[in-house]
């Protein structure tokens, strides 16, 4: 219990930290230092670290191909579920941590769809000629959530010792290559990839002790 509680309040500090970064953003240096006159907090830090890393397109294709991967493993959990369902006959068959896992799925991609709508800024460059938020970055939220996640899955579903090592790093590994991309691809603000790692970090670990706790009980 005082693991899952520590899970919790680190999420909650994480989420805190989040709407306080949100709020900054909208009231601290906040200019129009984006393509068509778009204003961004942090305006002086932001510029300046886009100045310094530019605009490298081969980043950002990478880590969308990374992207699809990420969706990959969300889409393996679900035919595994799937798989179970069919051979058992029935919902209870179902392991109940997919159902958490898929619940989880849900959550990511509501949040990826409110922010979608709700604009906190928009990128440094335009996409395909138009304006498109940016904040949080989407691709660092769903690695560290989805890949975070998948992790989480493998440790337990994987009984090989040294297989389940070598999936649960590779799943690390594209978290910290995905976050890397987005930092000096230029196709966010740094403010945007640090909301990014903390909003997914904040909801891995409600994932996380809501996992703990359906196993406890």
Known sequence: MQKILKKAFAAAALGGAFLVLILLLRTVDVKAIGPNG??????????AFFKLTGRI??????SEIIGYLALLSAAFFAFLGLL???KGKK??????????LGGFYVVVLAIYLLFEKVVINYRPVLEDGQLAASFPSSHTMLAITFFGAAALQFQKRLN???IRSAVVIGCQFFVLLTV???LFCGWHWLTDVIGGILIGTALLLVYSALEDRLHSA
């Open 180 to 182: 890397l991309l987005r």
């Open 84 to 86: 179970q369902l069919v």
């Open 38 to 47: 778009s204003s961004v907090g942090f305006a002086a830090l932001n510029g």
């Open 57 to 62: 397109d081969s980043l950002y294709k990478l």
């Open 160 to 162: 090989d010792p040294k």
């Open 91 to 100: 919902l209870k068959a179902v392991d109940k941590d997919l159902y958490l």
